[in-house]
Structure formats: C-alpha cells, structure tokens
C-alpha cells in the first residue's frame, strides 16, 4: 500500500498570501498568523510575498492573475465577511467561496481559503486569533501540506 502526506515545512517553497484590506483589524491578525506559521515552518521572508486587495470579494480575480505568473507553490487567500442588515454577506460569501474553489480545482498548486465568515465581530475576532485559534495560521499550515502533498504526488 502506497499512502502519500505531504509535510508541514515552508522549506524551497514560494508563498503568495493575498489579503482583504477591508475588515483590517481582522485581516490583519490573520495575516500575522499566517506569516508566523510560515517562518516557523522553514519558509524564508523572501519567499513570501503579501498583495493587499480592496475587499474579500477581489480576492478570486488577483489569484487567478497571480496564478498565471506560475511563481509560487501556494496561493494563501485572507479575508472576513462579517454578517450585516442586507443581503450582501451572502452575495459575498458565497461567490468568494465559489471563485476560490474554482482556481483550487483547475489549478497545479494549492489555492488555500483562508477567509473568515462570521455572524458577528465577536465571532471573527475570535477566529483571528484569540479563542478559535487563528484561520490565517491554520490557512498557512494547509498551504504548506498541500504544496508539499502536490510535490510527492508529481514525482510518482
């Protein structure tokens, strides 16, 4: 039986970490978790690379850009949606979420959803790194097994 696991360590990896700038006291946080992760697992400053967008919803339409440039081995994507009055958090949630699986479907490299969807800003505080952990932390763990993954599965 062949079983294959890819490694949690950024070493000889590209990362690009695309991040909503809108919601920014969250966004924020969770880029540090994903940078924090990344550095601690091997992967080098230079081989990261951060683009700010203006909101969640740009975040599928710069992948797809970046991800013709073929220089990374993961794509990170960082945002909260955070529930309002209007229809709009479903209108936006629900595209990103379809944009992003999108490009990871078609795509040679992982495109990691990172976003946060919450009811509340208590909610999304929570997941940006005090009590539920930190979504951009656990993002770039999952960037780094998945490239990782991806590479042992092109060498069989």
């Known amino acids: 039986m062949k079983t294959y696991k890819g490694k949690i360590t950024g070493k000889g990896l ?8 809108f919601n920014e006291f969250v966004t924020g946080k969770l880029l540090e978790g994903a940078v924090d992760a990344l ?3 091997e992967a080098r400053e230079e081989d990261i690379e951060i683009i700010w967008v ?3 919803f740009e975040i599928p339409a710069l992948a797809s850009r970046l991800l013709e440039e073929k220089k990374f081995n993961a794509l990170i994507c960082l945002g909260a949606v955070i529930r309002g009055d209007t229809p709009h958090f479903e209108l936006v949630s629900s595209q990103l979420a379809r944009g992003i699986s999108s490009l990871a479907l078609r795509e040679k490299i992982p495109v990691i959803f990172g976003v946060i969807t919450a009811d509340t800003l208590e909610q999304a505080i929570d997941r940006a790194g005090t009590k539920a952990g930190n979504r951009g932390w656990d993002a770039a763990i999952s960037a780094m097994e998945m490239a990782n993954l991806y590479e042992e599965i092109r060498k069989k």
Do not use: D, M
Not at 14 to 21: C, N, P, T
């Open 54 to 56: 203006p909101g969640s």
């Open 14 to 21: 590209k990362f690009g970490i695309i991040v909503s700038r």
């Open 39 to 41: 550095l601690r697992h």
